[in-house]
């Protein structure tokens, strides 16, 4: 049962629209990552975090913002949305000094800018 | 940077048989290695680890290898089911990269 929660699922708005998307985890996981993906096409890091105050950006060109304020809290804004944001965003958590358990994924916001 | 190559974009079997997905890595050679399944529409669950110093790994009908000379994990599922159709990802380390996938039908 997965331990990691994004809201909403579904999201459509419109162009210029600022949005949040919401990741939790109950796991006291330090690592956690976004992902976005379109369908049938390959999973690409957009921002990752170590820890409380760490962000980075991934390899993916993104105009979305993330902050980490606290652990257990990974939100992701788009100042603006575009058409070109419409895309399956994922994200993820992993605890690397508990080796054997891999990432522990959300189920996804499916956002669509009209 | 690292390269992950995931061979076959589809595999296509007859239920039953066994499915074979291969994962092949460019540059450093991982200390371990992640094997992942996709629904549709769904987030990545994982299935298997597997280290540098282990040539094997199984978990019920699930086997994972792992050559590090050949730069390459082999992943198969036996006796395969319609229901283990689905993508297969496989990641490595601490990476935070996956393949692009295979995607796996059984037919019954």
């Known amino acids: 049962e997965a331990d990691i929660y994004q809201t909403p699922r579904y999201l459509v708005i419109g162009t210029g629209k600022k949005i949040t998307l919401e990741c939790s985890q109950t796991?006291?996981?330090?690592?956690m990552y976004w992902y976005q993906q379109d369908p049938g096409m390959e999973l690409h890091l957009i921002h990752y975090?170590?820890?409380?105050?760490?962000?980075e950006k991934g390899d993916l060109s993104s105009e979305s913002t993330v902050s980490r304020i606290r652990t257990e809290h990974f939100p992701l804004t788009l100042e603006s949305a575009r058409p070109s944001h419409t895309s399956q965003y994922l994200c993820?958590?992993?605890?690397?000094?508990?080796?054997?358990?891999?990432?522990?994924f959300g189920s996804g916001t499916r956002l669509t800018v009209v | 940077s690292q390269k992950i190559e995931q061979n076959s974009e589809a595999l296509n079997i007859q239920e039953g048989k066994t499915a074979t997905l291969t994962c092949n890595y460019t540059?450093?050679?991982?200390?371990?290695l992640q094997w992942y399944r996709q629904d549709p529409g769904r987030g990545p669950v994982f299935l298997l680890l597997?280290?540098?110093?282990?040539k094997e790994k199984r978990k019920e009908r699930l086997k994972v290898t792992f050559d590090t000379t050949l730069k390459q994990s082999l992943f198969h599922i036996t006796a395969s089911q319609p229901a283990d159709s689905a993508t297969y990802l496989c990641?490595?380390?601490?990476?935070?990269?996956f393949g692009a996938g295979t995607r796996l039908t059984v037919k019954p």
């Open positions: 993820a958590s992993s605890e690397w000094d508990r080796l054997g358990v891999g990432y522990t």
């Open positions: 597997i280290r540098e110093n282990e």
């Open positions: 540059n450093y050679s991982p200390a371990y």
């Open positions: 796991m006291g996981h330090d690592k």
């Open positions: 990641a490595l380390d601490g990476d935070m990269r």
């Open positions: 975090s170590y820890g409380v105050n760490s962000t």
